[in-house]
């Protein structure tokens, strides 16, 4: 099997594993949406943000030491998972804080106490399954992606439809989801049989800690920049707007989600890559990133075209307005992707200090749009600040990792290709009649076929090889 053959094997693993935990998480979205008012799910929304927030954080980002020190092959796996666990045991008694600094802004106690539940039952699902995954158990993190989704899906129909808990029935589930997962991963694991108490030492510790510290800020700075946005909306615009904006972003989540699959499959074949020439290195990645590019805009085309049907088929009727947000999200979602490619280069090198020097920049220019704009003409500026932040991280990012080595991506393929996609947005924002419209739709996107056949045609070679 050649490296283009295991990406995508390794992928459409994770694709079997993701693609159940997203559906079972997109088809929650009508289940919240006629369960609760705008108010109570954007709070919902809001809480479950904050855990992804302080996850980096409360683990001290030893997720990505763990992944990369077991793929590499670069230290005894006894004395990284036991000094791994000791860092993420560390993080669980200083998140204790989250409860009474919550409440001093004035979350309800119990649902302080369901955030602190909510983040360390995600931080030691999230551990156990990157350490199956650094071991090359893809088929059981697929299973066990699975077995979440629908374990928070079960959950989630008892509290919010047989107890009515709205907010705290979100959260309790995902809580419940996590310690189906937390159990099985365990039994299916050897992970407590490698924590040894006689192998925690600092100079494993700082080799972890020096790997994984400029990680914290970087993904924390990272979710700022996809997150912020519904922190300025609830307080300049309202809960309400914010539960509106955070239904519009379910759709550009299915880009989203193809991110994330490719990301933890590339994560693996980008650090096996970098003991290969540097010739065959750019080579490949270059192939990899123009292929990626391609499917992401293949995926955007169909969405935009199928955009107005599905929000009124999965949203409640008050929540049809969503679709309007959705377009400018999606082209941001595109940018978001691209950047975790590159992200993914960082981390293969041990550049993880010129990765989070590149998002610092970027999350002070989006965050500064974000306020501005939210402030200035509401709902929509989180929109074109999202958009914004992400095309500036990605321009950064492309321009730094040339200092790494340097590959070509091909500006004229992505030009072209971006042309066709506004004239779909464009048609969707302008043609108010739905036959002619979906017409338009159909015609740029066959024509967005068209143009890219020679590519098309590199890809199926490439993954026959």
């Known amino acids: 099997m050649n490296k283009y ?53 409360i683990t001290l980002g030893i997720n990505d030491s763990l992944v990369k ?3 590499d092959d670069s230290g005894d796996k006894v004395e990284i998972v036991s000094n791994s666990t000791i860092l993420l045991l560390f993080g669980f008694v200083i998140g204790i804080l989250v409860i009474p600094i919550s409440y001093l802004m004035g979350i309800p106690i119990i649902l302080c106490f369901l955030l602190y539940l909510n983040i360390i039952t995600s931080a030691l699902q999230n551990f156990l399954a990157n350490y ?48 189906i997962s937390i159990i099985f991963l365990l039994f299916k694991s050897d992970i407590i049989k490698l924590v040894s108490l006689s192998n925690i030492n600092m100079f494993s510790i700082k080799k972890l800690v020096k790997f994984a510290a400029p990680l914290i800020p970087n993904n924390t700075i990272f979710w700022l920049i996809n997150t912020v946005s519904r922190y300025t909306i609830l307080f300049f615009v309202g809960a309400t707007a914010n539960g509106l904006y955070a ?59 199928l955009l107005k049907p ?20 999606l082209m941001g979602a595109i940018y978001a992707s691209l950047n975790g490619f590159f992200g993914q280069i960082y981390i293969a090198e041990n550049k993880t200090v010129g990765m989070l020097k590149t998002t610092i920049f970027t999350g002070i220019i989006s965050i500064i749009a974000n306020i501005t704009l939210v402030a200035w003409i509401g709902i929509l500026g989180a929109t074109v600040s999202q958009l914004f932040g992400w095309l500036m991280s990605l321009i950064y990012r492309i321009y730094d990792t040339k200092k790494i080595f340097s590959f070509n991506i091909r500006l004229k393929f992505h030009v072209k290709n971006h042309f066709l996609l506004i004239l779909q947005i464009l048609s969707n924002y302008i043609i108010s009649n739905y036959f002619i419209n979906i017409g338009i739709q159909v015609t740029l996107l066959t024509g967005l076929l068209l143009f890219n056949l020679k590519e098309i045609k590199n890809l199926r070679v490439k993954g026959a090889k």
């Open 247 to 305: 239904v519009a972003m379910k759709i550009p989540g299915l880009v989203n989600l193809f991110s994330m699959i490719f990301s933890q499959a590339w994560q693996m074949s980008a650090i096996e890559e970098k003991k290969t020439n540097m010739e065959e290195k750019q080579k490949f990645f270059s192939n990899i990133f123009i292929s990626y590019s391609l499917i992401q805009y293949f995926g955007v085309s169909i969405i935009l075209l």
């Open 69 to 71: 020190f077991i793929i």
């Open 310 to 329: 599905m929000t009124r088929f999965l949203f409640a009727k008050e929540f049809y307005d969503s679709w309007t947000l959705v377009p400018l999200l």
């Open 5 to 57: 053959q295991k990406l995508i094997g390794n992928s459409l693993i994770f694709a079997l594993g993701n693609l159940g935990n997203k559906l079972m998480s997109f088809l929650l979205v009508p289940l919240f949406t006629y369960t609760m008012t705008r108010a109570q799910y954007g709070v919902a929304d809001i809480l479950s943000n904050t855990t992804l927030l302080l996850l980096p954080i």
């Open 132 to 179: 199956i995954r650094a071991i090359g158990l893809l088929k059981i993190y697929a299973f066990n992606s699975i077995l979440y989704a629908f374990s928070v899906l079960v959950f989630s129909l008892a509290f919010l439809i047989t107890l009515n808990l709205n907010v705290i029935g979100v959260i309790s589930a995902q809580v419940f989801g996590s310690l």
